[in-house]
């Protein structure tokens, strides 16, 4: 029970972080090793819906299919134009065409898993920086 509550408050400090939008990378903050605890995928985020793993798991997408590469670790851009407010800009359909289709100077395809997909998109359009 005790542990439950433990890692419940470590989602939660997560959700809050990924949503203060202050882009200053504060994961670290605490320089305790939350992420390897919670953002794994055998949370069994089989749609019920929890945001925490769902910001979780686009994250991780975010890392793990190049889009970091282009456009910062923190969304901030390099290469690629930054995305910290791509959800002011954008809608989800177009954000999610983006993605799928890419164009002028981003690849397409690079998500070809749907709940994967989803998170992201769903993730991008909450970024709001402006
Ligand atoms: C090879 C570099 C590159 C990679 C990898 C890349 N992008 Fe992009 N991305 C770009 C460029 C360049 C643009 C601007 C395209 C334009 O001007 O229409 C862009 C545009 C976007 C946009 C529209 C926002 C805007 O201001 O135009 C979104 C959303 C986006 N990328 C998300 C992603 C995601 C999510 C991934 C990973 C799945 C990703 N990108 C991977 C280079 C990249």
């Excluded at 400090?13 to 504060?26: N, R, S």
């Excluded at 289709?101 to 359009?125: C, I, N, R």
Aim: with cysteine; charged share 25%; hydrophobic share 30%.
């Amino acid at each position: 029970m005790k542990k439950f509550w433990l890692l419940m408050s470590f989602a939660l400090v997560l959700v809050l972080g990924a949503c203060g939008g202050d882009g200053e990378g504060g994961e670290d903050e605490s320089g305790q090793p939350a992420d390897e605890g919670v953002t794994t995928e055998e949370g069994g985020d089989e749609g019920d819906g929890a945001d925490s793993s769902d910001t979780a798991l686009a994250e991780q997408t975010y890392e793990q299919n190049n889009c970091m590469g282009c456009h910062g670790e923190d969304l901030s851009g390099g290469s690629g134009p930054p995305l910290t407010n791509v959800g002011s800009e954008y809608s989800e359909d177009e954000i999610r065409t983006q993605i799928e289709e890419g164009g002028d100077g981003m690849p397409g395809g690079l998500v070809s898993d749907e709940e994967k997909l989803d998170a992201l998109v769903t993730w991008l359009a909450s970024q709001k920086s402006e």
